[in-house]
């Protein structure tokens, strides 16, 4: 079974902090995102990347960026966290066509 | 107008009758289509994918692709307490690296 992990089930975070999401897949995909979920608003893709090193611009990427140092790792990074970054960040891990979800960051931004 | 609209509901249907679920897409080239269901506080996973138009049947699960009308749907027959969820409807757009998910539809099936 493909197997995506993140590193905190739940997270506080003042304003201003600088925040790591990580992201481990271990089925060798290739394609990996960052999503938020928020309340009547559903999945809102941030980031994604097709490749090491590589990475592309989602819906909202604005406060956000990446890193895919490795094939398996994707970090999602909050250069300084502001409330209205308070969600639900999901990370997923891709075959061509099912993506895969690992079990959810809920980040809370005081 | 959303890339992918569905009905917020939520939808209350009871035990044993069968909850149907709609979804529209916006763009015409989409060629891959997806149902995801999320239990609360809980990711998502996949339960059916559709490419083709027509019908396709996964036990209790019946997903129906019409491409000219730009419509997905999901049938449950026989629902269960057990698939109250909020069910996502997903397209994997025409350039093929993003998949455009719906705001989801809540389902809740009366015991």
């Known amino acids: 079974d493909v197997k995506v992990t993140q590193s905190s089930r739940y997270l506080v975070k003042r304003t201003g902090e600088k925040v790591f999401l990580e992201c481990v897949q271990d089925?060798?995909?290739?394609?990996m995102f960052w999503y938020r979920q928020d309340p009547g608003l559903g999945l809102r893709l941030i980031y994604f990347?097709?490749?090491?090193?590589?990475?592309e611009k989602g819906d909202i990427p604005e406060g956000y960026s990446v890193s895919r140092e490795k094939k398996e790792r994707f970090s999602l990074i909050l250069e300084s966290a502001s409330t209205n970054q308070t969600s639900m960040y999901l990370c997923?891990?891709?075959?061509?066509?099912?993506?895969?979800f690992g079990p959810g960051t809920r980040l809370t931004v005081l | 107008q959303k890339e992918v609209e569905q009905n917020s509901g939520p939808l209350s249907v009871p035990e044993g009758a069968i909850a149907s679920l709609n979804c529209t897409y916006s763009?015409?080239?989409?060629?891959?289509f997806f149902w995801y269901r999320q239990y609360s506080g809980k990711s998502p996973e996949l339960i059916m994918s559709?490419?083709?138009?027509g019908d396709k049947e996964d036990g209790r699960f019946t997903a129906q692709l019409n491409k000219a009308s730009q419509y997905v749907s999901l049938l449950i027959r026989d629902s269960q307490p057990s698939d109250s969820a909020t069910y996502l409807c997903?397209?994997?757009?025409?350039?093929?690296?993003?998949?455009?998910f719906g705001a989801g539809t809540r389902l809740f099936v009366k015991a």
């Open positions: 997923a891990s891709t075959t061509y066509n099912e993506q895969f």
């Open positions: 089925m060798d995909h290739e394609n």
């Open positions: 990347s097709y490749d090491v090193k590589m990475k």
């Open positions: 763009d015409r080239g989409s060629q891959s």
């Open positions: 559709i490419y083709s138009n």
């Open positions: 997903a397209v994997l757009n025409t350039g093929g690296f993003k998949t455009i």
